[in-house]
Nanobody, 112 residues
Framework: EVQLVESGGGLVQPGGSLRLSCAAS????????MQWVRQAPGKGLELVST????????TYADVVKGRFTISRDNAKNTLFLQMNSLKPEDSAMYYC?????RGQGTQVTVSS
Protein backbone atom coordinates (compact mmCIF):
# COMPACT_ATOMS: atom_id res chain seq x y z
CA GLU A 1 0.00 0.00 0.00
CA VAL A 2 1.36 3.38 -1.03
CA GLN A 3 1.81 5.68 1.96
CA LEU A 4 2.84 9.32 1.66
CA VAL A 5 3.26 11.57 4.69
CA GLU A 6 3.93 15.26 4.14
CA SER A 7 5.42 17.61 6.71
CA GLY A 8 7.13 20.96 6.99
CA GLY A 9 4.30 23.35 6.33
CA GLY A 10 3.46 26.32 8.49
CA LEU A 11 2.92 30.05 8.68
CA VAL A 12 5.59 32.21 7.08
CA GLN A 13 5.87 35.85 6.14
CA PRO A 14 6.05 36.92 2.50
CA GLY A 15 9.57 36.48 1.24
CA GLY A 16 10.24 33.67 3.66
CA SER A 17 11.17 30.05 3.07
CA LEU A 18 9.89 26.61 3.95
CA ARG A 19 11.10 23.10 3.18
CA LEU A 20 8.45 20.47 2.72
CA SER A 21 9.17 16.77 3.11
CA CYS A 22 7.27 13.70 2.00
CA ALA A 23 8.10 10.34 3.56
CA ALA A 24 7.15 7.51 1.22
CA SER A 25 6.61 3.83 1.92
CA UNK A 26 4.86 0.78 0.54
CA UNK A 27 6.40 0.89 -2.92
CA UNK A 28 9.88 0.95 -4.50
CA UNK A 29 10.42 4.70 -4.16
CA UNK A 30 13.48 4.89 -6.40
CA UNK A 31 11.55 3.42 -9.33
CA UNK A 32 8.93 6.14 -9.61
CA UNK A 33 8.61 9.77 -10.43
CA MET A 34 7.01 12.02 -7.85
CA GLN A 35 5.02 15.21 -7.89
CA TRP A 36 4.04 18.06 -5.61
CA VAL A 37 0.59 19.50 -6.11
CA ARG A 38 -1.28 22.14 -4.15
CA GLN A 39 -4.83 23.22 -3.56
CA ALA A 40 -5.91 26.62 -2.33
CA PRO A 41 -9.33 27.09 -0.72
CA GLY A 42 -12.06 27.06 -3.34
CA LYS A 43 -9.67 26.16 -6.14
CA GLY A 44 -8.68 22.99 -7.96
CA LEU A 45 -5.49 21.00 -7.70
CA GLU A 46 -2.47 22.68 -9.24
CA LEU A 47 0.63 20.79 -10.33
CA VAL A 48 3.60 22.53 -8.74
CA SER A 49 6.60 20.39 -9.61
CA THR A 50 7.65 16.94 -10.82
CA UNK A 51 10.81 14.88 -10.52
CA UNK A 52 11.80 11.67 -12.25
CA UNK A 53 12.84 8.54 -10.40
CA UNK A 54 16.54 9.38 -10.35
CA UNK A 55 16.14 13.05 -9.56
CA UNK A 56 17.84 14.02 -12.78
CA UNK A 57 14.85 15.61 -14.48
CA UNK A 58 12.56 18.16 -12.88
CA THR A 59 9.74 20.42 -14.02
CA TYR A 60 8.06 23.42 -12.43
CA ALA A 61 4.90 25.41 -12.87
CA ASP A 62 5.71 28.83 -14.28
CA VAL A 63 4.40 30.53 -11.14
CA VAL A 64 7.01 28.84 -8.94
CA LYS A 65 9.93 28.54 -11.34
CA GLY A 66 13.08 30.07 -9.90
CA ARG A 67 11.66 30.05 -6.36
CA PHE A 68 10.95 26.38 -5.64
CA THR A 69 13.29 23.40 -5.90
CA ILE A 70 12.18 19.78 -5.90
CA SER A 71 14.59 17.04 -4.86
CA ARG A 72 14.61 13.52 -3.51
CA ASP A 73 16.72 11.22 -1.38
CA ASN A 74 16.18 7.71 -2.68
CA ALA A 75 18.22 6.21 0.15
CA LYS A 76 15.75 7.67 2.64
CA ASN A 77 12.57 7.34 0.52
CA THR A 78 11.94 11.04 0.92
CA LEU A 79 10.81 13.79 -1.42
CA PHE A 80 11.47 17.47 -0.74
CA LEU A 81 10.24 20.84 -1.90
CA GLN A 82 12.37 23.86 -0.99
CA MET A 83 10.25 26.97 -1.26
CA ASN A 84 11.91 30.38 -1.24
CA SER A 85 10.63 33.91 -1.78
CA LEU A 86 7.16 32.79 -0.76
CA LYS A 87 4.16 34.88 -1.75
CA PRO A 88 0.65 35.02 -0.30
CA GLU A 89 -0.63 33.31 -3.44
CA ASP A 90 1.49 30.27 -2.56
CA SER A 91 -0.80 29.62 0.40
CA ALA A 92 -2.40 26.22 -0.06
CA MET A 93 -2.47 22.64 1.11
CA TYR A 94 0.53 20.90 -0.44
CA TYR A 95 0.49 17.22 -1.32
CA CYS A 96 3.04 14.79 -2.67
CA UNK A 97 1.65 12.36 -5.19
CA UNK A 98 2.59 9.24 -7.11
CA UNK A 99 0.91 6.15 -8.49
CA UNK A 100 -2.50 7.78 -8.16
CA UNK A 101 -2.10 8.34 -4.44
CA ARG A 102 -1.45 11.38 -2.30
CA GLY A 103 -0.83 12.03 1.34
CA GLN A 104 -2.87 14.00 3.85
CA GLY A 105 -1.11 17.20 2.90
CA THR A 106 0.69 19.94 4.78
CA GLN A 107 -0.68 23.46 5.06
CA VAL A 108 1.39 26.41 3.88
CA THR A 109 0.19 29.88 4.80
CA VAL A 110 2.07 32.95 3.62
CA SER A 111 0.89 36.04 5.44
CA SER A 112 2.21 39.05 7.29
Amino acid sequence: EVQLVESGGGLVQPGGSLRLSCAASGFPFSNYGMQWVRQAPGKGLELVSTIDNSGGYTTYADVVKGRFTISRDNAKNTLFLQMNSLKPEDSAMYYCTTLGSRGQGTQVTVSS
